[in-house]
Each structure stands twice: as structure tokens, then as C-alpha cells.
């Protein structure tokens, strides 16, 4: 595919209409960025650490914590660098390396959530045959078959985009290198990788949104034949963390790629909530919402504190 373009590298043009907000811009995404890794960071090793944990659900969370240091890493790090004011530029294959990684990773997330509304509803639909469905190889196949999927996802969607000749002009009206920023720039006909790009991207994401829907309308029925007020309480606490979750990841995703039209503007803002925010917000979520995860992480920090006291 190398041999097939002219072009050594792009230029990454940013956000739109951002000109002379680099340093706060800047300033801001690295503190967010900070916190998305550590946040993460800290639900994984309160996972690890504590064998109270050491369950079916926090088997699928401890991963989705790993994706959620991953998948900003793949397009922030780059983002920070031009904006602090070093170059712009971004080699052909790293940028055939972002739009890989890109949809590598959030794909496989966007499967693992799937996993994740199917867990929960093995939990609550089924409490009393849960560890025998749920049992530790169903656990790893689940794991392995969203690896699968998103690494077929992504080679498709790299090899249909790389394919074409680049031979100028070279820059990305974005913060970094996707399909609807890259295909424009193209100097043969991309209307077939575009198209592959918009019906397997959206596919995908409505047949992973339709199987959490259906997980979580059987869980709404479940809860509301719950006679107690207080296990509806505990049920709903459970499942509104990784319901929000969903909600921010599949948005987006949605959002970009059915326009008919691109908007550089919207897409940017709704790619930066994707992103790079919701990385972060899902850290808030499961540790601000979850007493076990807090739980664990008090203990970590107490024993810390009184090894180093």
C-alpha cells in the first residue's frame, strides 16, 4: 500500500476555530488526559488487589479500564504535542497507525460493553445460574471474540482507506487521522471506502447498541418485578453506571459517522468527548458509583499510607 502514494506525510490543521487558544487548550486536555490514566489506573489495580473482586463483572471492567488508558493514548499524546507548539506533522504511517488503533480499540470496546449489558443481565435475570453461565472460559471467549471483532473492524477500514493514492493535498482538517478527514484527500475515487467506512462503523454500533438494549429491556423487567424497594435500588445502582457509560461511547459514534455531510467544527467537539473525555468520565463512574471498587481503593491507599508512615 506504501508504494501506491506520493505523500511522506500529513498535516494535522486541529480543531477548527480554535486558533490562539493552543496554551489553554493545551493545559486543559493534559490535565484531563492525567486523570484518565490515572483514574483508570486505580480501578484496575483495586480490581487486581482485591479478591473480593475477583468476578465476572470486574473481570469485563478491568479490561474496559485498560481501553480506557489506551484509547485516548492513541490521539492525545500527538494532540498535546502541537499544541504546545511543535510540528503539526504526522508520518503516512503513523497516520494509517491512528485510524487503525483508533477503530482497533473502540470497537473492541464498544463490544466489550455489549459483554459487559449481557453480564448484568446473566446477574439479575438469572442470579441463582450466574456463575455457571458466567464461568471463567465463557468469560475469556467473550474477551477474545470483541479482540477478534475489532481487529477485523479496523483492518477493513484501514486497508479500504490506505488503499487509495494520497498524492496531495496533505492536510487533515482534524486532530487527527479518521476516515471522514482522510478520504477527502484523496486523488482517486474514495467513494467505496467511504461507504465501507459509514456502513461498517454505523453497523456495528447499532448492532451493539440493539443487543445492550435488549439486555438491559429484559433487566427493567427483572427490577420491576423486584417486590423490595431496596433491591430495585441495589439493581438499578448496578446497572445506571454502565448504562451512562454506554450512553457517552455510543453517541458519539453515531453522531459522526451518519452525517451525510462531514462538519469539521461538530465532529471535532463530539470526537474530543469520545475521546478523550468519556475515557475520564467512565473512571468517575465506576469508582464514584461502585462501593466495592471504593472499597478496595481506600485499603490500597490506607496500606500505602501506613507503609510509607
Given at each position: 500500500?506504501?508504494?501506491?502514494?506520493?505523500l511522506d506525510e500529513?498535516?494535522?490543521?486541529?480543531?477548527?476555530?480554535t486558533?490562539?487558544?493552543?496554551?489553554?487548550?493545551?493545559?486543559?486536555?493534559?490535565?484531563i488526559?492525567?486523570?484518565?490514566?490515572?483514574?483508570?489506573?486505580l480501578?484496575?489495580?483495586?480490581?487486581t488487589?482485591?479478591?473480593?473482586?475477583?468476578?465476572?463483572?470486574?473481570f469485563f471492567?478491568?479490561?474496559?479500564?485498560?481501553?480506557?488508558?489506551?484509547?485516548?493514548?492513541?490521539?492525545?499524546?500527538?494532540?498535546?504535542?502541537?499544541l504546545?507548539?511543535?510540528?503539526?506533522?504526522?508520518?503516512?504511517?503513523?497516520?494509517?497507525?491512528?485510524?487503525?488503533?483508533?477503530?482497533?480499540?473502540?470497537?473492541?470496546?464498544?463490544?466489550?460493553?455489549?459483554?459487559?449489558a449481557?453480564?448484568?443481565?446473566?446477574a439479575?435475570?438469572?442470579?441463582?445460574?450466574?456463575?455457571?453461565?458466567?464461568?471463567?472460559?465463557?468469560?475469556?471467549?467473550?474477551?477474545?471474540?470483541?479482540?477478534?471483532?475489532?481487529?477485523?473492524q479496523?483492518?477493513?477500514?484501514?486497508?479500504?482507506?490506505?488503499?487509495l493514492?494520497?498524492?496531495?493535498p496533505?492536510?487533515?482538517?482534524?486532530?487527527?487521522?479518521?476516515?471522514?478527514?482522510?478520504?477527502?484527500l484523496?486523488?482517486?475515487?474514495?467513494?467505496?471506502?467511504?461507504?465501507?467506512?459509514?456502513?461498517?462503523?454505523?453497523?456495528?454500533?447499532?448492532?451493539?447498541?440493539f443487543?445492550?438494549?435488549?439486555?438491559?429491556?429484559h433487566?427493567?423487567?427483572?427490577?420491576?418485578?423486584?417486590?423490595?424497594?431496596?433491591?430495585?435500588?441495589?439493581?438499578?445502582s448496578?446497572?445506571?453506571a454502565?448504562?451512562?457509560?454506554?450512553?457517552?461511547?455510543?453517541?458519539?459514534?453515531?453522531?459522526?459517522?451518519?452525517?451525510?455531510?462531514p462538519?469539521?467544527?461538530?465532529?471535532?467537539?463530539?470526537?474530543?468527548?469520545n475521546?478523550?473525555?468519556?475515557?475520564?468520565?467512565n473512571?468517575?463512574?465506576?469508582?464514584?458509583?461502585?462501593?466495592?471498587?471504593?472499597?478496595?481503593?481506600?485499603?490500597?491507599l490506607?496500606?500505602?499510607?501506613?507503609?510509607?508512615?
Amino acid at each position: 500500500m506504501r508504494n501506491h502514494t506520493l505523500l511522506d506525510e500529513f498535516i494535522l490543521l486541529g480543531i477548527p476555530h480554535t486558533e490562539g487558544l493552543e496554551p489553554v487548550l493545551c493545559a486543559t486536555f493534559s490535565v484531563i488526559y492525567l486523570f484518565t490514566l490515572l483514574g483508570n489506573l486505580l480501578i484496575f489495580t483495586a480490581i487486581t488487589s482485591s479478591s473480593t473482586l475477583h468476578t465476572p463483572m470486574y473481570f469485563f471492567l478491568g479490561f474496559l479500564s485498560i481501553f480506557d488508558m489506551l484509547f485516548p493514548s492513541v490521539t492525545c499524546p500527538k494532540m498535546l504535542l502541537y499544541l504546545s507548539g511543535q510540528s503539526r506533522a504526522i508520518s503516512y504511517e503513523g497516520c494509517a497507525a491512528q485510524l487503525f488503533f483508533y477503530h482497533f480499540l473502540g470497537s473492541t470496546e464498544g463490544c466489550l460493553y455489549s459483554v459487559m449489558a449481557y453480564d448484568r443481565f446473566v446477574a439479575i435475570c438469572h442470579p441463582l445460574r450466574y456463575m455457571v453461565i458466567m464461568k471463567p472460559e465463557v468469560c475469556v471467549t467473550l474477551v477474545t471474540v470483541s479482540f477478534m471483532i475489532g481487529c477485523l473492524q479496523a483492518t477493513t477500514l484501514t486497508s479500504f482507506t490506505f488503499q487509495l493514492t494520497y498524492c496531495g493535498p496533505r492536510e487533515v482538517d482534524h486532530f487527527f487521522c479518521d476516515i471522514p478527514a482522510v478520504l477527502p484527500l484523496a486523488c482517486n475515487d474514495s467513494s467505496l471506502a467511504q461507504r465501507v467506512g459509514s456502513i461498517n462503523v454505523g453497523l456495528l454500533a447499532l448492532m451493539l447498541l440493539f443487543s445492550v438494549c435488549v439486555s438491559y429491556t429484559h433487566i427493567g423487567v427483572a427490577i420491576l418485578r423486584i417486590r423490595s424497594v431496596e433491591g430495585r435500588q441495589k439493581a438499578f445502582s448496578t446497572c445506571s453506571a454502565h448504562l451512562t457509560a454506554i450512553l457517552c461511547a455510543y453517541g458519539p459514534v453515531i453522531i459522526i459517522y451518519l452525517q451525510h455531510t462531514p462538519n469539521p467544527l461538530l465532529g471535532a467537539v463530539v470526537q474530543i468527548l469520545n475521546n478523550i473525555v468519556s475515557p475520564m468520565l467512565n473512571s468517575l463512574i465506576y469508582s464514584l458509583r461502585n462501593k466495592e471498587v471504593k472499597n478496595s481503593l481506600k485499603r490500597i491507599l490506607q496500606n500505602k499510607f501506613f507503609l510509607f508512615k
